[in-house]
């Protein structure tokens, strides 16, 4: 952080995003046949999140508003949409209480994880379990298990680079916890992901190292089907609605990763510029010590550049925390969507495969066997899921992008204005010692 050093945490492309077409616009089979299409309500509202969602009228003060000096007036907008189906919701799951465990191998966070459920999967309305990040992962896995077909939401990175960020520093460790919230809560909101059996050990079982040695269930047929797909099989082609997903997926990575390497270097620039602020001000107030009715003036320079000193560290923070987190969790989330997607185009290239050996049997109408009919019912299954969950990942992503630019927004103008009530406070006390001349 750019505070200082960090707490201890106590132990116990090419192409433009708006160029691209939405990749659930429109059917594969209305391109192939060159008809005209009318764009889809979502490719509309894709396209309103560039081109109107982030402009705000009157010069950057919503119209309608109160002033941007009362700093939640761009936030609370958007905060009903977090309480959105709340009341239809059965499962809760919240990760909070980080403690360190010190042993004489190794040193690890543990987090608590409370559900309150009314499901009858469930024995008690509430448990409280605490896991640490490996324990995450190994729900992760299983999940890409036993639902190959869906996005599974990824994790936080596991490793940080040594002497750079301190792992058991409080703030790291707040940061994780956010992150390990948010994935359960991705899942909790998954119509299916949140019913798998792994996800329920995860959430109830007090001894979790039990089930990771059993492992407790086997995988569903179509994860076995998936799991035992081989290289053999190429594809000759996705289809357009799928290689649309693929060029989004690409392109969105590409953008996020530029602007995740820009920020970083802007903070570095911000914390150096930091540096040179702090040393700044106290020249002012020692010079002030040699003056006679200069030394308020420079007294109260001093202090307007302290004042924006620490309103710059907290903008700094508040990005290192909040804004750059959301840009990693989506690069993570589009190479997962690419893996599943790599999954759904070996399915196709199995059943491409199986399909043509029957056709090139010599017999009049040869029937289709029952192990080519399984392997279409795969592919349907991989293409209906695959599509339901990239329109949930894109409703996830409009709100959670515009929730975050207009947080972005609100505290870089609390930073500007704190700047200004700083130096404009300082006005009178000159003006007044020019009078007094």
């Given at each position: 952080?750019?505070?200082g050093?960090?707490?201890?945490?106590?132990?116990t492309?090419?192409?433009?995003?708006?160029?691209?077409?939405h990749?659930?616009?429109g059917s594969?089979?209305?391109?192939?046949?060159?008809?005209?299409s009318?764009?889809?309500?979502?490719?509309?509202m894709?396209?309103s999140?560039g081109?109107?969602?982030?402009?705000?009228?009157n010069?950057g003060?919503?119209?309608?508003?109160?002033?941007?000096?009362?700093s939640?007036?761009?936030l609370?907008?958007?905060?009903?949409?977090?309480?959105i189906?709340?009341?239809?919701?059965?499962?809760?799951?919240?990760?909070?209480?980080p403690?360190k465990?010190?042993c004489?191998?190794?040193?690890?966070?543990?987090?608590?994880?409370?559900?309150?459920?009314?499901?009858?999967?469930?024995?008690?309305?509430?448990?409280s379990?605490?896991?640490?990040?490996q324990?995450?992962?190994?729900?992760?896995?299983?999940?890409?298990?036993s639902?190959?077909?869906h996005l599974i939401?990824?994790?936080?990175?596991?490793?940080?680079?040594?002497g750079?960020?301190?792992?058991?520093?409080?703030?790291?460790?707040?940061?994780?916890r956010?992150?390990?919230?948010?994935f359960?809560k991705?899942?909790?909101d998954?119509p299916?992901?949140?019913?798998?059996?792994?996800?329920?050990?995860?959430?109830?079982?007090k001894d979790?190292?039990?089930?990771?040695?059993?492992?407790?269930a086997l995988?569903t047929?179509?994860?076995?089907?998936v799991k035992?797909?081989?290289?053999?099989y190429?594809?000759r082609s996705?289809?357009?609605?799928?290689?649309?997903?693929g060029d989004y997926l690409?392109t969105?990575?590409?953008?996020l990763?530029?602007?995740?390497r820009i920020a970083?270097?802007?903070i570095?620039?911000?914390i150096e510029y930091?540096v040179?602020?702090?040393?700044?001000?106290?020249?002012?107030?020692?010079?002030?010590a040699?003056e006679?009715e200069?030394?308020?003036?420079?007294e109260?320079?001093?202090?307007?550049?302290?004042?924006?000193?620490?309103?710059?560290?907290?903008?700094t923070d508040?990005?290192?925390e909040e804004?750059?987190?959301?840009?990693?969790?989506?690069?993570?989330?589009?190479?997962?969507?690419?893996?599943?997607l790599?999954?759904r185009?070996?399915?196709?290239?199995?059943?491409?495969?199986?399909?043509e050996?029957?056709?090139?049997?010599k017999?009049?109408?040869?029937?289709?066997?029952a192990?080519?009919?399984?392997?279409q019912?795969?592919?349907?299954?991989?293409?209906?899921?695959?599509k339901?969950?990239m329109?949930?990942?894109?409703s996830n992503?409009?709100?959670d992008?515009?929730?975050?630019?207009?947080g972005?927004?609100?505290?870089n103008?609390?930073y500007?204005?704190?700047?200004?009530?700083?130096?404009e406070?300082i006005?009178?006390?000159?003006?007044?010692?020019?009078?007094?001349k």
């Amino acid at each position: 952080m750019a505070g200082g050093p960090p707490k201890a945490l106590p132990s116990t492309g090419p192409h433009s995003l708006r160029d691209m077409p939405h990749p659930l616009a429109g059917s594969s089979s209305e391109e192939a046949m060159g008809g005209d299409s009318t764009p889809s309500p979502d490719l509309l509202m894709a396209r309103s999140f560039g081109d109107k969602d982030l402009i705000l009228p009157n010069g950057g003060t919503p119209a309608g508003t109160s002033s941007p000096a009362s700093s939640s007036s761009l936030l609370n907008r958007l905060q009903l949409d977090d309480d959105i189906d709340g009341e239809t919701r059965d499962l809760f799951v919240t990760v909070d209480d980080p403690k360190k465990h010190v042993c004489t191998m190794e040193t690890y966070i543990t987090y608590r994880i409370t559900t309150k459920s009314t499901r009858v999967e469930f024995d008690l309305p509430e448990y409280s379990v605490r896991r640490r990040y490996q324990d995450f992962d190994w729900l992760r896995n299983k999940l890409e298990e036993s639902q190959p077909t869906h996005l599974i939401p990824p994790l936080p990175e596991k490793f940080v680079v040594k002497g750079v960020v301190d792992r058991f520093s409080e703030e790291f460790v707040e940061t994780r916890r956010k992150a390990l919230d948010k994935f359960l809560k991705r899942i909790t909101d998954h119509p299916v992901l949140s019913f798998n059996e792994h996800f329920n050990v995860f959430l109830t079982a007090k001894d979790l190292n039990a089930y990771k040695k059993q492992g407790i269930a086997l995988l569903t047929r179509v994860g076995e089907s998936v799991k035992h797909v081989t290289g053999g099989y190429k594809l000759r082609s996705r289809p357009l609605e799928f290689a649309a997903i693929g060029d989004y997926l690409d392109t969105f990575a590409l953008k996020l990763g530029t602007i995740d390497r820009i920020a970083q270097r802007i903070i570095k620039e911000e914390i150096e510029y930091l540096v040179e602020l702090r040393e700044y001000g106290p020249v002012y107030s020692t010079w002030s010590a040699l003056e006679g009715e200069l030394a308020e003036p420079l007294e109260g320079v001093s202090a307007c550049i302290g004042n924006c000193s620490t309103a710059l560290e907290e903008l700094t923070d508040d990005v290192t925390e909040e804004f750059l987190p959301v840009l990693r969790e989506y690069i993570l989330y589009s190479d997962s969507m690419k893996s599943v997607l790599k999954k759904r185009d070996q399915v196709q290239a199995e059943y491409e495969a199986k399909l043509e050996a029957v056709a090139l049997r010599k017999e009049d109408r040869p029937k289709v066997p029952a192990d080519v009919e399984k392997c279409q019912d795969r592919m349907e299954c991989f293409n209906a899921d695959l599509k339901a969950d990239m329109e949930r990942w894109q409703s996830n992503k409009r709100h959670d992008f515009r929730q975050l630019l207009v947080g972005l927004a609100d505290k870089n103008i609390q930073y500007y204005e704190k700047c200004l009530m700083a130096w404009e406070s300082i006005i009178p006390l000159l003006q007044e010692k020019q009078e007094t001349k």
